[in-house]
């Protein structure tokens, strides 16, 4: 019998081969995608750089042409957007000197001093954000949760008119909000919900459900119907089938929808304008007209800003696997 010895690891083998079937073209168009990738990318990012250096300049090297790269980081603009000030009078100059002197000031009135301010109190900047944190949160899961309910109706049940229905629903979509701004502000004058966080919340989950709705759809037509069938054989009910079976499968859908929702309702500005104007009023209305003694605060408009965007970048990258996976469900098929 003749006897065969083994002549190596195969693994190496293959992979050498796989490497040598890369020709140097393929490699070269390859490098050449990456680096128009990484332009692109840098591109894109050009304003965001930008918005992040005004916010820590000061207001002499924002003014000064040409635009300053190098200078001197301050935190003036952070006063500006989180304090409401005033100008020191002569009689109150010399008690303010004594107290920078005597390292009574904290790192704020300290700033505000060096411009010949005092500070009166805090800013509505906090309260308008905590509110976009509110109403866009809340409406986010109240259009995901329901549309997550309309569109597995849609998946799964013969529903009479249902072609009619979906396109009643995405019709809405297609309406310019700035279309129905006056009437639905003459509507909420009359039902008491103007300048209310209940009549933004339920306006934006309006918006925000027909999105939801389709996108989640054709999320659960891509779930086999023979998973829920056996639940249903092996005793659940549809109920227990929906939580058990189709709900952790459609988590990817579930995140891309609500990242998508989120960002229309953190960023919408139209309604937020003129359906607000105390109690209810949002971050981005309030950030576009930000004053300050002498104009426009740019420092002050470039923290408020970056402090406006870095809730959603977060969120963004706590689900950013579950939104890579989301938005590619369903391309590649078996």
Not at 43 to 68: C, E, G, W
Not at 126 to 147: E, H, Q
Not at 271 to 277: G, I, K, N, Y
Not at 304 to 322: E, N
Request: hydrophobic fraction near 50%; proline fraction near 5%; include cysteine.
């Amino acid at each position: 019998m003749a006897s065969f010895e083994e002549t190596g690891p195969r693994r190496p083998v293959i992979e050498s081969i796989r490497v040598d079937r890369i020709s140097p073209g393929a490699r070269t168009w390859r490098t050449i995608r990456a680096l128009l990738s990484l332009a692109l990318a840098l591109i894109i990012l050009i304003p965001i750089f930008v918005m992040l250096i005004t916010a820590f300049k000061s207001r002499v090297d924002i003014t000064t042409p040409p635009p300053k790269l190098i200078f001197t980081p301050t935190l003036e603009g952070f006063v500006f957007l989180l304090t409401d000030r005033a100008i020191v009078t002569a009689g109150r100059l010399a008690e303010f000197q004594e107290r920078a002197a005597a390292g009574e000031m904290n790192l704020f009135e300290r700033i505000a001093f060096e411009g010949g301010l005092e500070i009166t109190g805090p800013s509505d900047y906090v309260f308008r954000l905590r509110n976009s944190l509110i109403i866009a949160g809340t409406s986010t899961i109240a259009s995901v949760v329901l549309g997550l309910l309309s569109a597995y109706a849609f998946s799964r049940f013969n529903v009479p008119g249902k072609g009619d229905l979906l396109f009643f629903i995405l019709s809405t979509r297609m309406l310019p909000a700035v279309v129905v701004t006056i009437p639905i502000f003459l509507m909420y004058r009359q039902l008491r919900l103007h300048d209310t966080h209940i009549g933004m919340i339920f306006l934006y989950t309006v918006f925000n459900l027909s999105f939801s709705v389709w996108l989640l759809k054709g999320f659960i037509d891509e779930i086999p119907r023979e998973y829920e069938e056996a639940a249903l054989v092996d005793g659940y009910t549809r109920l227990q089938a929906f939580f058990k079976i189709v709900l952790p499968q459609a988590v990817t859908g579930i995140a891309a929808t609500t990242v998508f929702c989120l960002i229309f309702a953190w960023n919408e500005y139209a309604f937020a304008l003129m359906l607000t104007s105390q109690r209810a009023r949002t971050a981005p209305p309030s950030i576009a007209t930000m004053l300050g003694s002498g104009g426009l605060e740019w420092s002050a408009i470039a923290a408020g800003s970056l402090g406006f965007l870095i809730p959603v970048v977060i969120i963004t990258f706590a689900l950013r696997k579950y939104l890579l996976r989301g938005v590619t469900f369903g391309a590649i098929r078996q």
